[in-house]
Each structure stands twice: as C-alpha cells, then as structure tokens.
C-alpha cells in the first residue's frame, strides 16, 4: 500500500472522533521547533580564544565529525533541517559570534558579528532566537556571574546581556519573526551557603539593569531560565524556579522551563497549565534528563507526549516558544538534531490527534473509565501513517531512511573534519 493509501484508511479512524487529519496536518506544519545550534559542536563556540567548557555543564563523548567552523555547522544543521519536516528556528548563543580573528570579549558584542548568521537564516528562511554564554569565560571561573559579589564582575556580565538583547533585536529586525533572548546563568554554590539572600538580592538587581531598555516586543522577547543544581552548584543556585517565576511575572517577561532543570520526579508538563493561567507567554527547553541534567537527546516518552497534550490541549501552540536543549557527543551529531527535533514534532502530531475536547468532557462528567479507556486505546492509532505522510508531504524522508542520508553525509563530509 503507498504512504498515501495508508493515511487515508488511516484518516477514516481519526475521522469517527472528529479530527480532521489534514487541518491537523495544515496546523502543525505552522510550529516551529527552535533548534539550538550547540548539539553540533559539544558547546565549543568559535571566540578566538576558545575556553574550556565550564559553568557546571558537562558534554561527553567523542564521537568524530563535530564541527569545527560556522560554516561547518551551518552545513550540518542545513542537514539535519533536510531531515526535519516543517519550517524552523535556530537558537544561537554568543560563543558563535564570527569576529574574523579579532579578539572581542562579550561585553562588546555587536550585531554585526552575527550578519553571516543573519544572512544563511534569510536564505534559509529561518527564524533566529539567542543566549548570552555566561560561561566557558575567565570571568565565570568561580562560578558567578550577574550575582558576583565583585561589581566589576557583575557590570561585564550585565553589558554583555545588554549587547546580547540588542542583537536578538537585530536577529528580529533582519528576519521579520521576534527573537528570544533567553539569560542562564550557572550562579551557584557547591556547599551549604551560610546566606541565600544577598547573591538573589544582587541577581535581582543585575538583571533589572539588563532590562531598563524596552525593546520592541516585535523584535525581541526576553526570557529567563532557572535551574535547581550543576556540577559545583549542588547545594545552591542562585537563579531558582522560584526567583525567575517570581521575577518573570513581575516584570512580564518570559519564564523559560528546561525539563532537566527540576527534581527527578518533577514533570514540566504539570506546570504549563498554571503557570499560563498567569502569563500569556511560556519558553521551554525540551531536554531528557537521565538521573541528573544530563542533556541527553529527546525521545519519545511519556513526559514529551505528556508536554505536547499540555501545549496542544490547552489551545497554547502560540503562547509556548518551544526549544530544545540537548548535547550528546557519543553520537552522529546530525543524527541527534535529527531525532530530537522530529520527536518533539511527533508528540504534537500526537497530541493533535487525540480527542482532546471529548476526554476533557469525560472528566468534568467524572466518567474516568472511559478517560482512561480512551487514552490508552488512542496509544495504538495508526499514527505511523499520518507521520509517514506528513513526512512525505514535506520532502523529508519517510520513516528511518533518514538515516541512510546521515550515514552518506558522515562518509563523505563529517568523516574527513
Ligand atoms: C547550553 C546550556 O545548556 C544552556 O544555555 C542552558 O539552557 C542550560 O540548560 C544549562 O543547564
Ligand atoms: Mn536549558
């Protein structure tokens, strides 16, 4: 049977709760995905002076064919968005600014250091979304940035997110779709701190600072992302879920929720409903934390389809920015972006093919067999069909022949790096 017959029999079941497969199909092609450019390169970046990896992040493995220049990594990714169906972003940090040899230290980032990255986004009709690096950086040795006791220390950091606010401005400006602007810090202590006020005080202010020039929100949204530890930061971090939900809501900005960032068996999914019911607007990270913040590649889990039903149901595909945040370098690196990102399209295919209004109504009805009957049989609906020909629809490949591509791609491109 071909791809086609297989989504209209297919379609006929979806039809008998009401779903309208290719509506689903128009809506989804509409999401863009924000695809972080760090998962080529293991977090190395492209600074003249290329400091180690730090800030309590850790990426392992050496598997060959990492790219090694802009235009090695704007190649892999143009790959893996081969493989991807839909119409993307690339989310990038500071460390991939191209400076043409020229020492410039992150406070004196400009726009003008991103333009090949603005060019290749226009000819690729992506948009383009941005982090400040608060760290690999001799001034984050000691694991302290925007909560530094030392003022100097705290004054580069803050120009530095200024500088980085002014080019996500630029990203939105050149490419018609607003940038975000997502600040991480890795601000922390390693042992029990005798004071856990004064750092959050100093955060606070920081980033205060950052934000007293409004920008256009047609160019530039600000978000913030909290952690609950790092590597040397196990006791205490300074930016919380509690410090950044308190300060985001205050001062509208974006609280942005990385799935890795919370207690093992603390779900993102279960905090999108309420923290939308008090903000209009929502950034995540879509991560796989295993046993710790582990970044591993995204699968297609229980959390991921759970995030998709919270996103989809909730009528919220436009009020959640939605990244991704892994790294694993004991793998293809294209193979990676690639089965991350198409998994994070599936768990919305799927939650977009889920009776939503009826299961809800089943609920407020307290009728939980059916909910639970219901949610489980929908678990075996012939969803392969609908992704097979999404997939064909798209010009990307059908099922696991994407793979053969990657393999080709790393015989003859990654292999000789
Ligand atoms: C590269 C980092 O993963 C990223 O900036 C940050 O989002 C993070 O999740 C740190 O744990
Ligand atoms: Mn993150």
Redesign the pocket.
């Given at each position: 049977m071909s791809i086609e017959a297989r989504y209209n029999e297919a379609k006929k079941q979806y039809k008998k709760w009401n779903i309208d497969v290719d509506q689903v199909l128009k809506e989804l092609k509409k999401v863009p995905i924000s695809i972080?450019c760090w998962q080529g390169d293991d977090i190395g970046g492209f600074e003249v002076n290329q400091q180690e990896l730090s800030g309590g992040i850790d990426v392992t493995g050496n598997y060959p064919g990492k790219a090694t220049t802009p235009e090695e990594l704007r190649n892999d990714i143009e790959k893996a968005l081969s493989l991807i169906p839909g119409k993307h972003r690339i989310n990038l940090h500071a460390i991939y600014a191209e400076t043409d040899g020229e020492v410039v230290d992150r406070d004196q980032l400009e726009p003008k250091h991103f333009e090949k990255w603005v060019n290749w986004a226009k000819q690729h009709e992506l948009g383009l979304d941005f982090n400040p690096t608060l760290f690999s950086h001799s001034k984050a040795d000691d694991g302290l940035t925007l909560a530094h006791p030392d003022k100097q220390i705290r004054d580069f950091w803050i120009e530095h997110c200024k500088a980085s606010r002014n080019i996500a401005a630029y990203f939105g400006k050149e490419l018609g779709t607003p940038a975000l602007t997502?600040i991480?810090i890795p601000d922390g202590y390693k042992d029990i701190p005798s004071d856990r006020l004064t750092p959050r005080k100093r955060l606070k202010e920081s980033l205060d600072e950052i934000f007293a020039d409004t920008i256009d929100e047609k160019y530039n949204l600000d978000a913030v992302?909290s952690?609950l530890f790092g590597i040397g930061s196990e006791a205490y971090v300074v930016g919380s879920h509690e410090f950044y939900m308190g300060y985001a809501l205050k001062n509208n900005k974006l609280c942005?929720l990385?799935t890795?960032?919370y207690h093992p068996t603390e779900v993102v999914s279960n905090k999108i409903s309420s923290m939308l019911l008090y903000s209009n607007k929502l950034a995540l990270?879509v991560?796989r934390p295993v046993r710790w913040?582990s970044?591993h590649v995204v699968i297609l889990d229980d959390e991921l389809r759970e995030i998709g039903l919270e996103i989809v149901r909730n009528g919220a595909l436009d009020k959640v920015s939605i990244?991704l945040?892994f790294f694993d370098a004991s793998i293809n690196r294209v193979a990676a972006w690639t089965i991350g990102t198409r998994n994070m399209i599936k768990a919305l295919l799927l939650a977009m093919l889920t009776p939503n209004e009826y299961l809800k109504q089943l609920q407020e009805e307290g009728n939980f067999t059916d909910r639970l009957a219901l949610m489980e049989e929908f678990k075996t609906y012939p969803f392969g069909a609908i992704w097979d020909y999404y997939c064909e629809i798209s010009d990307v490949p059908v099922g696991e022949t994407w793979l053969d591509e990657v393999k080709h791609y790393e015989q003859t491109v990654l292999k000789h790096r």
């Open positions: 972080h997502n991480w992302e952690k942005l990385d890795g960032h990270h991560s913040d970044d990244g945040d």
